[in-house]
């Protein structure tokens, strides 16, 4: 804590009326470093979290949770309702057949998947029902399939129109290898709001697939599972795994973590190396506050020696010139706080204005997959920062308030 006196000499020094005053372009450019240099961590982080969490969302939109197969290629019936009597708190399980298909309209051909779901599994609890823009969901008729738009607008189809739909799989007939394929009718198309999803994902009723993969009546290739914290889901996982080995069958899991695991680890990765080279502005501004504090000291020699006569001891000086510093270094984190979470509070705004400045598109959907520039602030990264920066502050004021207390009195006074 400081005493009166000593909170009295920092006012002194800080706002002192002559031309060596501290108020001096050291200081200045000490406060405009931090502020930028904390503005622009909390910025780049807050855009990194908005994107991670934008991808997240459009990587699991149509994708679930936890994946579980089968090494035999089938999930029999007695398994999915095994799994479901697991119980297990908010989640969804939705038993469906995948396989890749070939697309045929008129002469034109497109490699998409096929995924079968149950009509009733599907009706107001999966996140397709909510996406179709044009016709409706599949019914139980199996010659019903739904088209992406993407995939609709290339191969100019709409809802009405008929295709043709082939799988990997062929007929050995007396002609030859026959490739196994079936004629549907396009009832719906829908758009999860990604590119890549919306052009090569197709939906209809198991039936289809089911006969073209010659799967047994009632049985599947996949379980898909969803949850409310698909953050969490290796709580999930283990409990999914302990009742499978206990099965003692060939199921196995994979989580939306697992399958996308390069991805998760290259977004961590850049994110900790961002965060560490933009911790370097700051520690390049904490320099003008060890080279401002170091000439002050210079400058206040005499003032030192008089105050070190008149019994002033060597650390209510070191405590001094460390409030000094760590002063001018909260100011700069308080405002490059402010200003950082401000900018990224309203960066959509603030995109739209450089947009129409300078009338251009600096965000381009067709690169990033996205409309706009997406921001998350986390308030604990946050505190985080302001802390690295003041604790950064601090110890750039320990060599300078130490060379203050080793000012010798007699020769400073002797000198001047």
């Known amino acids: 804590m400081l005493s009166t006196y000593e909170f009295l000499l920092i006012k002194r020094f800080l706002f002192s009326k002559k031309t060596d005053g501290y108020i001096s372009v050291f200081s200045y450019f000490s406060v405009i470093g931090i502020m930028i240099g904390v503005a622009a961590i909390i910025i780049v982080m807050s855009v990194m979290n908005g994107f991670r969490e934008e991808l997240t969302t459009r990587l699991l939109g149509i994708n679930g949770h936890l994946n579980i197969y089968s090494q035999s290629g089938q999930i029999a019936h007695n398994e999915i309702k095994l799994i479901n009597d697991l119980k297990i708190k908010n989640i969804k399980i939705f038993p469906l057949i995948e396989t890749q298909a070939l697309l045929i309209s008129n002469e034109t051909s497109k490699g ?9 599994d599907l009706m107001d609890t999966h996140f397709l029902n909510n996406k ?9 008729n199996p010659n019903d399939i739904v088209i992406g738009y993407a995939l609709a607008n290339r191969l100019g189809l709409a809802v009405g129109e008929k295709i043709k739909i082939a799988i990997p799989k062929t007929d050995k007939t007396i002609f030859g290898n026959i490739p196994r394929f079936k004629t549907l009718q396009i009832i719906g198309v829908f758009n999860v709001g990604m590119y890549e999803y919306d052009s090569n994902f197709v939906f209809t009723n198991p039936v289809v697939p089911r006969k073209l993969l010659m799967i047994e009546d009632n049985n599947y290739n996949k379980i898909e599972l969803f949850t409310y914290d698909p953050n969490n889901i290796e709580q999930v996982q283990l409990e999914i795994d302990n009742k499978i080995k206990t099965m003692n069958n060939q199921l196995y899991s994979l989580s939306w973590k697992e399958n996308n695991s390069s991805l998760i ?24 506050i060890i080279s401002g504090l170091i000439i002050f000291v210079k400058e206040k020699n005499k003032d030192i020696a008089i105050l070190k006569t008149i019994g002033l001891s060597n650390s209510s000086l070191m405590k001094i010139f460390m409030s000094i510093g760590l002063l001018i270094g909260l100011i700069g984190t308080s405002l490059g706080g402010l200003l950082g979470v401000i900018f990224s509070k309203n960066i959509s705004s603030i995109q739209n204005i450089l947009e129409k400045l300078f009338k251009t598109d600096l965000f381009a959907k067709e690169v990033y997959y996205l409309s706009s520039l997406p921001s998350r602030l986390d308030q604990i990264e946050v505190l985080y920062v302001v802390l690295i920066s003041l604790i950064i502050s601090l110890f750039a004021t320990v060599f300078p308030a130490y060379r203050s207390s080793l ?8 000198n001047d």
Do not use: C, Q, W
């Open 132 to 140: 179709i823009v044009k016709g409706h969901l599949f019914t139980d």
């Open 407 to 414: 000012i010798d009195p007699i020769k400073s006074l002797k």
């Open 265 to 288: 680890n290259a977004l961590n990765v850049e994110k900790n190396v961002m965060f560490l080279i933009l911790t370097l502005i700051i520690l390049v501004a904490s320099m003008n």
């Open 112 to 120: 998409v998947y096929l995924r079968g779901y149950e009509n009733i």
